[in-house]
């Protein structure tokens, strides 16, 4: 297995691009349970273009009804993305501020329920950018939200069998998914 760079700066474009506007291959969450963490699974993907399609426990989107519960799961993306030894993006968790641009951040409430799920997209005055969905955001600092806690995960690279794969420009125009990615 072969491991890659996760590339930060197309995770970046695909979140300026896509946060206030939705991507006709992806179903919009906001209505049932929020579309924050498809959002930022979608700006993963870009970064990355692998998916792991193992049943339940990968990662991966293929239409509203075939994907697996890591793709809009708070918590079942922070489990995938810290507990990955397969093909897709992996990391660890991580003190926000020490997070990258393209990394994630995970907010809790007051009942200790992770439930938002942002992407960062910068730094300003000593205060995190991210980009979310649901309640549409690109750049806004997160010490403008109100939660509890806050936890973070760095991507730490990207895993395939069968090399780089090239899915960029047409998930970034909303052409076609990426056919990337392997079964386990």
Excluded: K
């Excluded at 697996?68 to 995938?80: D, I, Q, R, S």
Aim: hydrophobic residues 35%.
């Amino acid at each position: 297995m072969q491991t890659f760079i996760y590339n930060r700066s197309r995770s970046l474009l695909y979140a300026r691009r896509w946060a206030y506007r939705r991507n006709p291959l992806f179903f919009d969450f906001a209505g049932s349970g929020g579309n924050c963490t498809n959002f930022v699974s979608q700006c993963i993907l870009a970064g990355s273009c692998i998916m792991n399609f193992t049943d339940t426990f990968g990662w991966y989107y293929i239409s509203t009804d075939d994907r697996a519960p890591a793709w809009t799961g708070v918590e079942f993306l922070y489990n995938f993305l810290i507990s990955n030894s397969g093909v897709g993006p992996f990391g660890y968790e991580a003190e926000v501020r020490d997070l990258q641009v393209g990394d994630v951040v995970q907010l809790m409430n007051s009942d200790g329920v992770f439930y938002h799920t942002l992407i960062v997209t910068g730094y300003s005055d000593g205060d995190i950018l991210i980009a979310a969905q649901t309640n549409d955001a690109f750049d806004r600092p997160i010490s403008t939200y109100n939660y509890e806690a806050a936890r973070g995960i760095h991507i730490e690279g990207v895993r395939s069998d069968s090399g780089r794969c090239e899915c960029f420009n047409d998930l970034f125009n909303g052409i076609s998914l990426p056919q990337c990615g392997e079964e386990m």
